[in-house]
Every structure is written in structure tokens, then in C-alpha cells.
């Protein structure tokens, strides 16, 4: 606990592990739990899939979980 699934558009690996890095310090910090409980996935859709594998499939069925949504706060 917990695990964070990104979807995200190609990048190269530097730029990845960044992010996770600094996306896994956030959760240390305000979560509050130790890193050794935190998992990270990062799988990458070129942007002609976007639509079809992750908005259509993971997006739009669980807009009542969306925290933000096309950069707008749903909170």
C-alpha cells in the first residue's frame, strides 16, 4: 500500500525515473508510509492508442474516482 498505476505517452528513461522518484517521495511525505510499502508501474501508450486503450477502457468508466480530470480539479 499503496500502488500507483501511470499511463502516460512515451518518455525516455531518465525523464521516468524521475518522476516516479519524486511521485514515491510525495507519498512518503504526505501519506506517511515508509518507501518499502510503496509500488510504481509506469506503462507507456503512443498517442494514437490513447484514446481507445486508456480513455475509453480506464478513464471513462471510473469517472467517479477521478481526482483530476483533463487538468480540472474534481475535488
Not at 11 to 20: G, L, N, P, S
Amino acid at each position: 500500500m499503496p500502488y500507483i498505476a501511470i499511463k502516460a505517452y512515451p518518455k525516455d528513461e531518465e525523464i521516468k525515473k524521475k518522476v516516479v522518484d519524486e511521485i514515491n517521495e510525495i507519498f512518503v511525505k504526505y501519506w506517511g508510509c515508509p518507501k518499502e510499502a510503496i509500488s510504481i508501474s509506469m506503462e507507456e501508450f503512443a498517442p494514437e492508442e490513447w484514446e481507445s486503450s486508456v480513455v475509453k477502457l480506464q478513464i471513462e468508466p471510473n469517472l467517479d474516482k477521478m481526482m483530476i480530470l483533463s487538468g480540472e480539479k474534481k475535488y
